[in-house]
């Protein structure tokens, strides 16, 4: 079970939307800073543990900036990305780079920014070498295959597109070990919003084992072992947020049993999670507009899929809370709409709320990973701003919204002059 409760009060979103209309994202710091803390306490027998976060998730600066105080770093999979890590104020091996499909460009990057690279195939340490040259430590992004099942986001591991076979690691690490690479590390990345704890015990002890046996049989020594990210948040009410605690504790065994007793120690433990560290700390607050009675209810907001698109991309559950009504019996089921001509663009279906009138505030939580990141431009809707709630309590803007002159930037109106349509 948890809550849904809110760092703020109706008079204070009044307030801010006073200044900075709806629909936006607002983000709280102390709750984010808290839980990055939580995250390294629980995980502090590991010597040289380190969460990188998954960039992807909410690409904003001064987020990074934030997490680079609180010793998280950042990790990338792209060239924006890179950049983005870099400006906000992160270097060398603060950051890892963990791509697939890689254009060379990105990896040259990756090289000056002295970024930790992890290989996604075994064909790209030739394409590496030719393009930005090999580094001193290089990593394998592990897929198990047929070895492990996957869960509903990211699908089972032997129909993902990451990663090396457990043949190739062996192949892979040798030609590194020949090329002169001394440095290593290993990764994997096989689940996606998983509230299971076992889960990610099951995938350090697979790593561990791995790194045993590629130790011993090619004589190299591992640095770090990368779990990577993918540990769920409670979207609904009645789950609960996974026990990192029991997560902790299951590692530590198999890390004792297998590295420890192995005679590998240390090994450093890295993870790469996105949506536990900024989802449950993220709402996109939005106003009513319209609301309509046709077959069924329907209540529309400012907001639309532009900025958030889980629910109609997954089905995904985000829960409401509509400002004011916390405690007003929820009488009436609705459809929650955006304004896309998609009738997929719904934030809630058949969802029963307390009654609504024009002008409402509804919050919708757990917006803070995948959320505004996520947006696109179809329609021509534009993506919002995003605030963060400081910790003393203040606002900041740390993006603005978009302007229909963003929308139409890439596009030379002034050329539209010369082009004669005709011919
Ligand atoms: C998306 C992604 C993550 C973060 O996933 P979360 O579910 O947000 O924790 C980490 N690593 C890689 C390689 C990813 O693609």
């Not at 306490?41 to 987020?63: I, M, T």
């Not at 900024?278 to 069924?296: A, D, E, M, N, R």
Request: proline content about 5%; overall charge negative; glycine content about 10%.
């Amino acid at each position: 079970m948890n809550p849904k409760s809110l760092p703020f009060t109706k008079d204070q979103i009044v307030r801010i939307a006073g200044r900075h209309p709806t629909p936006f994202h607002i983000y709280d710091e102390a709750a984010i800073r808290r839980n990055a803390r939580d995250l390294r306490k629980a995980f502090s027998w590991a010597e040289g543990f380190r969460e990188y976060f998954a960039v992807k998730a909410a690409p904003n600066p001064y987020l990074l900036k934030l997490f680079r105080e609180e010793g998280i770093g950042a990790d990338c999979s792209s060239l924006a990305e890179l950049i983005l890590a870099e400006r906000s104020g992160l270097t060398g091996e603060e950051i890892m780079f963990t791509s697939n499909d890689t254009p060379a460009g990105e990896f040259v990057k990756a090289r000056e920014f002295g970024a930790v690279i992890n290989l996604d195939d075994i064909s790209h340490i030739d394409f590496l070498d030719r393009h930005a040259g090999l580094p001193d430590l290089l990593s394998f992004r592990y897929n198990p295959g047929p070895l492990r099942s996957g869960n509903a986001i990211i699908g089972t591991p032997q129909d993902a597109k990451y990663g090396l076979t457990r043949q190739q690691l062996f192949e892979g690490y040798g030609i590194l070990k020949e090329r002169g690479v001394r440095r290593f590390g290993l990764h994997t990345m096989i689940a996606s919003n998983e509230l299971d704890p076992r889960y990610f015990i099951a995938t350090a002890a697979m790593l561990f084992d791995l790194v045993a046996v590629l130790s011993r049989e090619l004589d190299i020594r591992f640095e770090f072992v990368n779990i990577g990210g993918g540990i769920g948040i409670p979207y609904r009410p009645e789950e609960s947020p996974v026990d990192l605690a029991a997560v902790s504790a299951g590692i530590r065994d198999a890390y004792d049993k297998t590295i420890r007793a192995g005679g590998l120690d240390p090994v450093r433990l890295y993870m790469e999670c996105g949506r536990i560290m900024t989802g449950p700390y993220g709402y996109l607050v939005s106003t009513v507009l319209h609301q309509k009675h046709i077959y069924k209810h329907y209540v529309g907001l400012d907001a639309c899929m532009a900025n958030l698109m889980r629910p109609a991309l997954y089905g995904a559950y985000h829960h409401l809370t509509v400002l004011g009504k916390e405690f007003s019996p929820p009488v009436r089921m609705y459809d929650v709409t955006g304004s896309l001509c998609e009738n997929n663009d719904k934030f809630a279906i058949d969802r029963m709320l307390p009654d609504i009138e024009i002008g409402d505030i509804v919050v919708i939580h757990d917006a803070g990973a995948h959320g505004h990141a996520m947006g696109f431009n179809y329609n021509g809707k534009l993506r919002s701003a995003e605030l963060l709630l400081r910790a003393g309590g203040e606002t900041i803007l740390i993006r603005r919204a978009e302007t229909v002159d963003d929308y139409f930037a890439t596009l030379d109106f002034a050329g539209l002059k010369n082009f004669n349509a005709e011919d």
